[in-house]
């Protein structure tokens, strides 16, 4: 089969690929005109033209050298990919094995070094904090993991479910006086019940209708934050939102009441309590993730993956796949908001500006990124791209471009993610390449 | 005497009020249609939510904008010509777009799974979205109003039902559109390749067309209806950001849906209808909480009517 494709590819003269690096030349050039060549500037109320036609020319090699580069190196690779094919062997299925086995020991030297991580630096506030931040975005992901990893849906929305559960639990704390472990599990059920009331109506249909009521959602959610002033407090937020405390110690300066500081005769230092939390949202999210993998091996978990394959055979095999799809997207959903207490204890402080699409596209840019239904492939997303924006601000500007950008290529290019494990366990040689 | 004339002034005004809203939300139902239909016929042919469609609507007002700007330094005044020759770099541009957008991030997608094309889907969007923010400014473009003026139909104590040119000029340009575009997918070959790919993409291949090409021309056309909702929109508002491709997006889907997706007319009417829905809610209940009122009627439909009110209900085949 492989073998006129590749004399076909192989025999690409010098000449063909310039005539196709030119027509997408002329398709940049064209795409380049209004977007990159023209652009208008507000001067003194008045709009005028502006005209950028040096950095117009430079897009328009840069393309034209781009697919030049690219096409060879993409004939060079598929020639070797139809040569390796040919020589498939058995071997390939036992290093999936050994591949599994490493991905395991690679999660636990994760695990000690985020165990580690705040004695290591317990005089650097900053580390601890970015470190807070990334497992926030782990939680996150994993939540999201169960809906598009695992199930196969894509939701659009899921910061919704996270500003639920931040409000839910500001609002709990602040109104009611609720503490922080007894609002955890209630906002997280809050958050589902939001799951089930937008997931019921959609879910029975294709999943694609999903993506669409998700994003929806997610915009709903924040224009009510917005405009209910009594409720959420507007585009003001909720400010002194209560920390988390240890077993009713608080972490505060010394006073009257027993503090965490006194009652451990320790000396008084802001470091306690963000170390604290660090330690808080490891164990949420230790825990999401033993919950999550022991799900996976029940019969629920194995619905999910059968139903993301294909959704005709599981209706045929009896699997109610409405309530497959629900489950994982109410398991999602609960995860986000759980994830959204601690936000709000975290911050102190929530408005609708944290809750944006862009949160979104983030969430959904760390699980595509880093494989869908992939646990670490999640870790290491997240630790990408919350520390890419530290070392350079230049680079924030530039991120979502980024991201957009990277979720097509790596549809493109694997489609099931980079550290999937979509891969059937057993197939036949025939398949190989195929996904 | 008194309290019956003051039920007449008021029963005019109401009358006056709700007219003057059933102008807007004919003229903000005639775009959301014009958009739903790229929704519509992507959805029909390849079976796929393109969320970049918002994003080529709002590229092709930025196209707009420069256009007008452009025109307006070279001291281009008549206002047809104006309009004319914007319309036409927008549709040429936009559709480049639109087949670029299908040609990269799509078409390599055809065949893989199913959520594999909405993602890549909803990454063209983010990144069309940020492009246009790094090019053009994060900033709000206002331009000089183009079609100015306008009729006064009906005038009620204290209020002025008013018909403003540049929504008449929507309204004619949408039916004039939608003729064309009838015409086309109905009796021209394109068309009937077209609606031959959407019933069965390998038979229509067998039978010698070039189904790639036809998905390719479906996108431009989605894409030249999506412009010319933008230059409309640019002309009736005159303000554009990179942000309005988002919340058209949603609120066109939702009038695909709710006509019933893959149907054409079924898209133009629930274009109509949720900009009515829209319009009247801003002027009777909240102007704040419109668009949560288009969002519950896309629930409400997917609870009661899932294919919509013109469409046939989905069945799929193995």
Request: hydrophobic residues 55%; glycine residues 10%.
């Amino acid at each position: 089969m492989g073998e006129p494709v590749v004399q076909v590819l192989g025999g690409a003269t010098l000449a063909d690929r310039s005539k196709d690096a030119l027509a997408v030349a002329f398709v940049a050039l064209l795409l380049g005109i209004p977007m990159v060549g023209l652009t208008t500037v507000d001067q003194g109320g008045t709009l005028q033209v502006a005209t950028r036609w040096p950095i117009l020319a430079a897009f328009v090699l840069a393309v034209f050298a781009g697919r030049l580069v690219l096409r060879y190196l993409a004939d060079r690779l598929g020639e070797r990919r139809v040569r390796r094919e040919r020589s498939l062997t058995s071997s390939d299925q036992r290093r999936t094995a050994g591949g599994r086995r490493m991905i395991v020991r690679v999660g636990w030297l994760a695990f000690i070094g985020a165990l580690l991580l705040p004695i290591a630096f317990s005089d650097n506030r900053y580390v601890v904090d970015t470190a807070t931040t990334v497992l926030i975005y782990v939680m996150l992901g994993w939540g999201l993991n169960v809906v598009v990893g695992l199930a196969g849906l894509l939701d659009l929305g899921h910061v919704a479910f996270y500003a639920v559960g931040a409000y839910a639990y500001a609002l709990l704390s602040t109104q009611f006086g609720w503490g922080f472990w007894v609002a955890l599990p209630v906002a997280g059920l809050i958050a589902a019940g939001f799951g089930l009331i937008i997931g019921w109506p959609s879910l029975r249909l294709r999943g694609d209708y999903l993506a669409i009521v998700t994003l929806g959602f997610g915009e709903i959610i924040r224009v009510i934050l917005i405009n209910w002033t009594e409720f959420s407090g507007g585009p003001n937020g909720i400010t002194s939102i209560p920390r988390p405390t240890f077993f009713g110690l608080p972490f505060k300066p010394p006073s009257d009441e027993p503090t965490f500081a006194s009652f451990f005769g320790l000396e008084f230092s802001p470091v306690h309590r963000i170390v604290f939390l660090y330690y808080v949202i490891l164990v949420l999210c230790v825990l999401t993730n033993v919950f999550v993998t022991r799900l996976r091996r029940l019969p629920v978990g194995r619905a999910w993956e059968a139903v993301r394959e294909d959704e005709i055979a599981c209706k045929a095999l009896g699997i109610n796949v409405t309530n497959v799809k629900l489950s994982a997207f109410v398991l999602g959903a609960m995860l986000g908001g759980v994830a959204g207490v601690f936000f709000a204890a975290r911050q102190g402080f929530i408005s609708p500006e944290s809750f944006t699409f862009n949160e979104s596209a983030i969430i959904l840019a760390i699980v595509v990124l880093g494989g869908m239904g992939s646990q670490l492939g999640v870790v290491l997303a997240s630790l990408v791209l919350v520390l890419l924006p530290e070392l350079g601000r230049d680079f924030a500007e530039y991120r979502m471009l980024l991201f957009g950008t990277a979720m097509i290529l790596i549809m493109i290019w694997k489609p099931g993610g980079i550290l999937s494990k979509r891969e059937p366990t057993l197939r036949h040689a025939r398949e190989e390449g195929r996904p | 005497m008194n309290v019956v004339k003051n039920k007449k002034w008021e029963s005019g005004k109401c009358m006056a009020l709700a007219l003057q809203q059933l102008i807007n939300g004919l003229t903000l139902g005639a775009v959301y249609g014009l958009i739903a239909i790229g929704y519509t016929m992507v959805y029909g042919i390849i079976g796929m939510i393109n969320f970049a469609h918002g994003d080529i609507y709002m590229v092709s007002a930025f196209i707009a904008v420069s256009a007008f700007t452009l025109l307006a330094s070279l001291g281009i005044t008549s206002v047809p010509l104006a309009l004319l020759t914007v319309l036409l770099l927008s549709v040429l541009f936009t559709s480049v777009y639109g087949w670029a957008v299908e040609r990269t991030a799509y078409r390599p997608l055809r065949g893989s799974t199913r959520l594999a094309p909405l993602i890549s889907a909803i990454g063209m969007s983010i990144f069309l979205q940020n492009m246009v923010q790094l090019t053009q400014g994060a900033r709000v473009k206002p331009i000089p109003p183009v079609v100015v003026g306008g009729f006064d139909l009906y005038a009620s104590e204290g209020f002025t039902v008013h018909l403003a040119y540049s929504q008449l000029l929507i309204v004619i340009v949408t039916v004039a559109l939608m003729a064309a575009f009838s015409y086309v997918i109905g009796k021209t070959s394109f068309g009937r390749q077209q609606r031959a790919c959407e019933q069965d993409p390998t038979m229509t291949a067998l039978l010698g067309i070039n189904v790639d090409r036809t998905i390719s021309l479906t996108f431009m056309l989605g894409a030249t209806l999506a412009a010319v909702a933008g230059v409309l929109v640019t002309v009736y508002y005159g303000v554009v950001d990179f942000y309005i491709g988002f919340v058209a997006g949603i609120k066109a889907f939702t009038a695909a849906v709710l006509g019933g997706i893959g149907s054409m007319p079924g898209a133009m009417l629930g274009g109509l209808l949720i900009g009515l829905v829209e319009a009247f809610w801003a002027a009777y209940l909240s102007p704040e909480y419109k668009d949560v009122a288009t969002f519950s009627i896309l629930i409400l439909v997917l609870m009661f009517r899932p294919s919509g009110l013109l469409g046939r209900p989905e069945v799929e085949k193995v």
